[in-house]
């Protein structure tokens, strides 16, 4: 109860910082890229060049999707408060949350499910028959746009395959997206935070860290919108197209 | 005052997506790393190998320097709602503001009137002399740990030179580092955000998007702290460290 | 799928601005006190004064506890940003989450479940056997601090008997309280959210609103903290005691 | 630099809570409303009547403005992250910055400057003045939607001069309305955060904490949108307004 806190993760005297053990001016500035170090602090370990291909495959995919809720968001608060940039980024971050990015760590909790099977094909039929069943969609499938296949799947799943991961996970997902188009009777989107689940467990990433992985991803796209309104500022517009659109009801 | 209000950043068919006007699947998932996407999304073009260099530096550089306050707000808040994760990073990033990484802005606009100068050295003296006169620090010059020398400092510039920068807002920097010990009459530390608003300057980056840079770097940072407090939690002892540490007194 | 959105709560003309149907400036500015128009606002009805002075106790219970995760991340962001207060309350209500302020949720989960039994009492064993059963916690029991007994929770209860209210969820409390002694072999606290719970159900606020009151009530709370940060700063040796309190750890 | 930090906000026991030296048991829960003890944890003194009728008022008129940049960004983040209530009001309490409620400070500056002239009329009319030279609106003066007058303005003074209030910064706000309509040539309405700047400087509140009162009210009506969003939810048709409302532009 008394214990004294402890970290790995920063050293720092004088004259020298270090982070997770390794020289930050000696070994890390200049020396790795930042997915490299951001992959060594959260994980622990420098990444492989294949791993380092895969994460920025994926930080590439998440990182922008037009005017979603998180970039809107983040418009409309950098618009109130230009003094602080950071606070329309963390506005927009807020909403990387369970409706939408929470849906990789179900996907990897059902991968995992499958790669721990005897039989992995049957585990992905009563996964796939459970959730037909609640009527509940499956983490990992379908896209209100994408259809009837997300662009960005393939190459995701390509871009690791040519990395040579061991390739349970992703074996997984396709045992998966079988078994959901069975029991749907018709082709389901594998959308792309499915097929990133699969790559992200290919290298070791655990499921309670993958939304992380979104956040950062998201931090860089919703920099993005922030220097588009600096250029060229859309938020007064859509304040007043919501404001307009709503209808008032009476009680 | 009605216009109709646009984005350049993103757009968006049922099979394909494409972000600034590349396709987002056929020439950026697997094409380029993280770090060349987010340029190529902020800045609006793909940078240069030497470019891409200079900006993992700096996010390298601003990821992680410990228990800071930025660390510690995640780590309560992570530990508080730890069903959303993304709220313990927004909680951090929040405090990536004026007081720390302002700072970034308040150099760059002194190394650009230094440049822009006809006389830089004598612009570098008035400025130095100025902010001495009015007892203000100079932005980026200073740190409360890293004294004589900011180790992350020569390594940064050395990054920058080596890929070949046109200088002018390293030489900026360096004769308002002369003008500021003049000035104050011994060595005062340039440190890593002093550093880091000349490398950008030298690569195009505006002051005013700065502060998105550190932001998307200590994002990264922030997740490492979650995963940590996964893993070994720190933040219910640094709670009890504060409250106990804290002194009630009397009005 | 293409609904227009609507909206009961606010309709304004150049002249009228109306709340939920009521005129802001004839029938609520100067006309009613804060905590009446809150309550309108966001449940539908201008409370009676029984309601107003329960609500009221609720919201002052809940604003303040000392420096509590919320308060310490709110200092630290405040002292970074201090040009944007409202980042550091929004920084603070980030840690209103599921660890502390999700355990009312919970318990007026429990009190629905015995007040809707056909035997209150006996519902209110099975839960407190199966959570005992289950080693978990029964939400709204409890303190880390407030031992035997939290000196908040009669003085709530007292406020709400003394306004009339029909009592039953009061006294679903009581029989929790009672079969969790039972079930524990040993008294246990009754906490100030737990008695918040059976309050706010009195009258009629649902479960998935509670912590909305939470929220307004401790952003008060925390505007508190930023005006002693204001007149007697402490969040830099908060911050320095944090950073020599934890240890530096090998991997 | 070594000196322990301090509070004076909150002491508690195991049997005892006090807030500013006051019992939270014995004298503020079911004792005095939510608005008298803000007002006292904030300003250290428990209010006259008078003075908890003015802060209901101020609070009453900024806590709901319809579908206001706060209000589409806490629905959007609240659809996101449903499970996090308070990340949706956080996501909205950052919308209450410089651009929106800080006009409050500035208003308040400029009446604190005509009140310690020695004539005010003639400091009103220099304040009025230089702005206009400077083409800038001067704080506390114009809306987009209430023109001429602003409704909640008269109401607010009226309410502060019914509770005997000295009077010099409504004289001070008179004074400027009257220099500002006289250098402009026409009439221009003073808004309601002008007129709250006034009445709350009226009962000592300084200006740097005016924002904190904003805060506070605004929770309130971010959590009647999010009630709103839990019975009939908007965002999603939001979204997709804005989706579809926005052009995409070739760079």
């Known amino acids: 109860m008394t214990d004294t806190p402890t970290t790995r993760l920063c050293r720092h005297a004088d004259d020298r910082i270090a982070l997770r053990g390794r020289d930050l001016v000696g ?14 602090h959260i994980l ?3 990444p492989s060049p294949g791993e380092v291909r895969i994460v920025d495959a994926v930080l590439v ?8 809720p998180s970039a809107i968001a983040a418009r409309l608060v950098y618009m109130s408060s230009p003094e602080a940039l950071q606070a329309g980024v963390a506005a927009g971050l807020l909403a990387v949350g369970g409706r939408f990015v929470g849906t990789m760590e179900g996907t990897a909790a059902l991968l995992d499910e499958i790669v721990a099977a005897t039989d992995g094909a049957a585990a992905a039929r009563r996964i796939a028959e459970a959730h037909r069943e609640a009527r509940r969609p499956v983490p990992g499938f379908g896209h209100h746009l994408h259809r009837p296949d ?19 996970h992703i074996a997984a997902l396709e045992a998966l997206a079988q078994a959901v188009d069975a029991a749907v009777g018709k082709h389901v989107t594998v959308n792309a935070t499915g097929a990133i689940a699969a ?12 939304r992380g992985f979104a956040v950062i991803s998201r931090a860089a796209g919703l920099v993005g919108h922030i220097a588009e309104e600096q250029a060229r500022p859309a938020a007064r517009e859509i304040w ?3 404001d307009r659109g709503i209808a008032y009801e009476e009680e």
Chains 1, 2, 3, 4 share one sequence.
């Open 27 to 40: 070994e890390l500035i200049g020396e790795v890229g930042f997915t490299a170090a951001l992959f060594h």
């Open 44 to 46: 622990g370990r420098i």
């Open 61 to 68: 995919t998440l990182m922008e999707h037009g005017l979603t």
């Open 150 to 168: 997300d662009p960005r799947t393939p190459k995701l799943l390509a871009v690791a395959r040519a990395e040579g991961v061991p390739g349970a």
């Open 199 to 210: 790559v992200l467990r290919e290298i070791g990433v655990p499921a309670r860290l993958m």
């Open 240 to 242: 007043r197209m919501v």
